[in-house]
């Protein structure tokens, strides 16, 4: 854990001094593009092929989710959008612009609660602008906006040790969108958390999501999450890590829980589950 908080803070170190523009809100768009892409782990001795031939287009504002088995390089391909890994062939590119590093268009959820415990709620949501200079009037304006969108106003100047899985992944998802991404990139965010904490997270998500017009690319192995969250879901295989099939998702634009229930969704579900399991 002390790994990845100091990971997720290297990040946001980066990604703010990587940037010299405004932040995202002026002419956002968000549309990333990964063309022929390929990840070759090399030693003296071995050569591990993780992603070969990816090739794939997210539309701005568009929730896209990967799934796929263990291994097959989902978090790997998500890592070199995100700019903390370097790609072996192919490009990747933001609104035209190769990706070559972390960059404040990019935000990122980690895996674990990877909160500052030293620092408040607030503290934790405005860390990303303070690093970029921002004035402390304007990052607490930043923070009660975020602290209104994940319902979490009450709990402004709590620690991360007296909040909840699911209230600090929250916070982290705020912290993420703080710097007013264009893109938010998420790596099975949901994955530690109990079955009813989930699926009021995944709602929390999507109204988010629909209030700040954000790309998502969302990471997962767990097919009904890709299917609620998505407009598309992108399945790959392994050895090496590869695109199998993108399926759009047919589903009303408002997503509750009944939406589970619907032939459509339960059909999608059997297909996914069908190409995963060959």
């Given at each position: 854990m002390e790994a990845a908080k100091k990971q997720e803070a290297l990040y946001e170190e980066k990604a703010a001094g990587s940037i010299g523009s405004a932040p995202a809100e002026a002419g956002r768009q968000g549309e990333i593009v990964i063309a022929g892409l390929g990840k070759v782990y090399a030693s003296k001795k071995n050569r591990f092929e993780a992603l070969a031939g990816i090739d794939l287009t997210i539309g701005a504002n568009e929730f896209v989710t990967i799934v796929g088995p263990s291994g097959c390089g989902k978090s790997t391909l998500l890592r070199i959008v995100a700019g903390l890994d370097d790609l072996t062939e192919g490009s990747v590119r933001l609104d035209g612009d190769e990706v070559v590093g972390p960059g404040a268009e990019r935000g990122m959820v980690f895996?674990?609660?990877?909160?500052?415990?030293?620092?408040?709620?607030?503290?934790?949501?405005?860390?990303?602008?303070?690093?970029?200079?921002?004035?402390?009037?304007?990052?607490?304006?930043?923070?009660?906006?975020?602290?209104?969108?994940?319902?979490?106003?009450?709990?402004?100047?709590?620690?991360?040790?007296?909040?909840?899985?699911?209230?600090?992944?929250?916070?982290?998802?705020?912290?993420?969108?703080?710097?007013?991404?264009?893109?938010?990139?998420?790596?099975?965010?949901?994955?530690?958390?109990?079955?009813?904490?989930?699926?009021?997270?995944?709602?929390?998500?999507?109204?988010?999501?629909?209030?700040?017009?954000?790309?998502?690319?969302?990471?997962?192995?767990?097919?009904?999450?890709?299917?609620?969250?998505?407009?598309?879901?992108?399945?790959?295989?392994?050895n090496p890590g590869r695109i199998l099939k993108a399926f759009d998702v047919k589903l009303p634009a408002q997503r509750t829980q009944e939406v589970r229930e619907l032939p459509a969704f339960l059909s999608l579900k059997r297909e996914l589950g069908a190409l995963l399991k060959h």
């Amino acid at each position: 854990m002390e790994a990845a908080k100091k990971q997720e803070a290297l990040y946001e170190e980066k990604a703010a001094g990587s940037i010299g523009s405004a932040p995202a809100e002026a002419g956002r768009q968000g549309e990333i593009v990964i063309a022929g892409l390929g990840k070759v782990y090399a030693s003296k001795k071995n050569r591990f092929e993780a992603l070969a031939g990816i090739d794939l287009t997210i539309g701005a504002n568009e929730f896209v989710t990967i799934v796929g088995p263990s291994g097959c390089g989902k978090s790997t391909l998500l890592r070199i959008v995100a700019g903390l890994d370097d790609l072996t062939e192919g490009s990747v590119r933001l609104d035209g612009d190769e990706v070559v590093g972390p960059g404040a268009e990019r935000g990122m959820v980690f895996q674990g609660y990877t909160l500052f415990p030293w620092l408040t709620v607030r503290e934790n949501i405005e860390y990303g602008p303070k690093l970029k200079g921002v004035s402390t009037l304007e990052r607490r304006a930043i923070s009660s906006h975020f602290l209104k969108v994940i319902r979490l106003e009450q709990f402004a100047n709590a620690y991360p040790k007296q909040l909840s899985g699911g209230m600090k992944q929250r916070v982290a998802i705020a912290r993420a969108l703080a710097n007013r991404p264009k893109v938010l990139l998420m790596d099975e965010p949901f994955g530690a958390l109990d079955a009813q904490t989930k699926l009021e997270m995944q709602e929390m998500l999507l109204e988010v999501w629909e209030k700040e017009k954000t790309t998502v690319l969302f990471i997962t192995h767990d097919i009904e999450e890709a299917i609620f969250l998505s407009r598309r879901v992108v399945v790959m295989g392994a050895n090496p890590g590869r695109i199998l099939k993108a399926f759009d998702v047919k589903l009303p634009a408002q997503r509750t829980q009944e939406v589970r229930e619907l032939p459509a969704f339960l059909s999608l579900k059997r297909e996914l589950g069908a190409l995963l399991k060959h």
